[in-house]
């Protein structure tokens, strides 16, 4: 079946330092999607990427498609204790439904 | 607009007891979803209906757990007998349709613990 990968599985950072998630997956996807779950609570959608090779930036937030459509990345900018919870991706591949990858938890020190 | 509702919260059963959880999508939302989400886990999706049919049950464990969507609004997952294996937070969420992504809304979720 379609494998997700995201890595890394935990990362600890310092207020003000950057983060990055990857996403990778083992095959040619048709979009993919963003979610944030904080602890306790429940996931929430933060963006859909399409084109190969897309862009988008949210505030802090920048989020990539690879040009191959097999990955994806999530940047946060300057993180903030605001930025505390687990990032998923969802891939779609064509023709089927989405698959959440494992998540990357993240945690800010003030 | 009103989110995503579920009930009950929290559930504590014994092995081999039945269960049921219950989903409002937000209003207008034909498409309904029930993950499964174990402690550590991305949410893993268990069944999709579009208005009350059966998209995608190909994961749902149908020996023990059915869903259904009657009237292509409500939704329930019933598990019977439970395991421990079980115990997860179940979460159901909607989207506009399907097809051409849309982003889901996701519910609080059910937390069930299984003992």
């Known amino acids: 079946g379609q494998q997700v990968m995201q890595i890394p599985q935990y990362q600890h950072v310092q207020e003000g330092e950057d983060f990055t998630t990857y996403c990778n997956s083992s095959?040619?996807?048709?979009?993919i999607q963003w979610y944030k779950q904080r602890p306790g609570g429940h996931p929430v959608f933060l963006i859909q990427?399409?084109?190969?090779?897309e862009v988008k930036k949210q505030k802090r937030l920048t989020f990539q498609f690879g040009e191959a459509k097999k990955n994806s990345s999530l940047h946060i900018t300057a993180t903030q204790t605001t930025d505390v919870g687990t990032y998923f991706c969802?891939?779609?591949?064509?023709?089927?439904?989405?698959?959440f990858g494992p998540g990357t938890r993240l945690s800010v020190l003030p | 607009e009103a989110g995503v509702a579920q009930s009950p919260r929290y559930k504590i059963i014994e092995k081999r007891q039945s269960v049921a959880f219950w989903c409002n999508p937000i209003?207008?939302?034909?498409?309904l979803y029930w993950y499964q989400q174990i402690l550590g886990q991305g949410p893993k999706l268990l069944i999709q209906?579009?208005?009350?049919?059966?998209?995608?049950d190909s994961q749902l464990p149908k020996d023990r757990f059915s869903a259904e969507r009657l009237k292509g609004v409500d939704s329930t997952l019933k598990i019977q007998p439970a395991k421990l294996e079980d115990s997860a937070v179940y979460l159901c969420?909607?989207?506009?349709?399907?097809?051409?992504?849309?982003?889901?809304?996701f519910g609080p979720g059910t937390r069930l613990t299984v003992t």
């Open positions: 969420a909607s989207s506009w349709s399907m097809g051409i992504a849309y982003e889901q809304y």
């Open positions: 095959t040619t996807l048709s979009n």
């Open positions: 990427l399409v084109k190969s090779g």
């Open positions: 969802a891939a779609l591949r064509y023709g089927q439904n989405f698959v």
């Open positions: 209003s207008g939302h034909a498409t």
């Open positions: 209906f579009q208005n009350n049919g059966v998209v995608d």
